[in-house]
């Protein structure tokens, strides 16, 4: 959808309860995803839940699609992984985990030139997006993989965080590079009224 997101959003998640026999009521948390990705797609999404959240007196849980990475790899928790995630024009969102927690803040790379991710990113191997070309690139191994049924694996992700009551803090988008647009390099003009 190119535009009208925030507009949509919340019919479309009552139309999900509804379809469920469900109620916002009968909801012990929102789990939701913070990205990377989309700015706006994240900002809406965020918002809405910590919104949601507020009014409810539920707890919002942020899951990343590092998270969602991670939890598909079939060696989750054991030794380190570097999660790659594609990115606009090519690229790779790439954050390092240890026994699946992660290390350190997510990096945006060229996958086929990740200068100086070796000395920041330490991992045993790579999985996701562009991964074996990325691993080859650090002289590790890599698997291929893309998030797959992500509403699902959130959901899983959600209630597992439930359960342990680790939350991992309010949700705020994960944005791992500065937006495209930069604001005006000099002061707007002085509003007299």
């Keep these: 959808m190119?535009?009208?997101?925030?507009?949509?959003?919340?019919?479309?998640?009552?139309?999900?309860?509804a379809k469920q026999g469900l109620t916002w009521q009968r909801l012990d948390a929102i789990g939701v995803g913070i990205g990377p990705g989309n700015f706006t797609g994240i900002r809406i999404s965020v918002g809405a839940a910590r919104g949601l959240a507020l009014g409810?007196?539920?707890?919002?849980?942020?899951?990343?699609?590092?998270?969602?990475?991670?939890?598909?790899?079939?060696?989750t928790g054991k030794g380190s992984l570097l999660a790659s995630v594609a990115a606009p024009r090519g690229q790779a969102y790439v954050q390092a985990f240890d026994h699946g927690m992660p290390v350190g803040k997510p990096f945006l790379i060229d996958p086929a030139n990740p200068i100086g991710l070796a000395e920041v990113a330490e991992a045993d191997r790579v999985y996701g997006y562009r991964a074996t070309e990325i691993a080859r690139m650090l002289g590790i191994a890599g698997t291929e993989g893309e998030p797959r049924n992500i509403a699902a694996r959130m959901g899983w992700l959600s209630a597992t965080k439930l359960q342990s009551r680790d939350f991992g803090g309010k949700p705020a988008p994960l944005y791992v590079k500065p937006a495209d647009a930069e604001p005006p390099a000099q002061a707007g003009p002085k509003i007299l009224i």
Excluded at 2 to 17: C, N
């Design 2 to 17: 190119q535009r009208g997101q925030a507009e949509h959003l919340i019919p479309v998640l009552e139309g999900l309860l």
């Design 56 to 75: 409810l007196g539920i707890p919002a849980i942020p899951i990343s699609m590092f998270d969602v990475l991670v939890a598909e790899s079939e060696q």
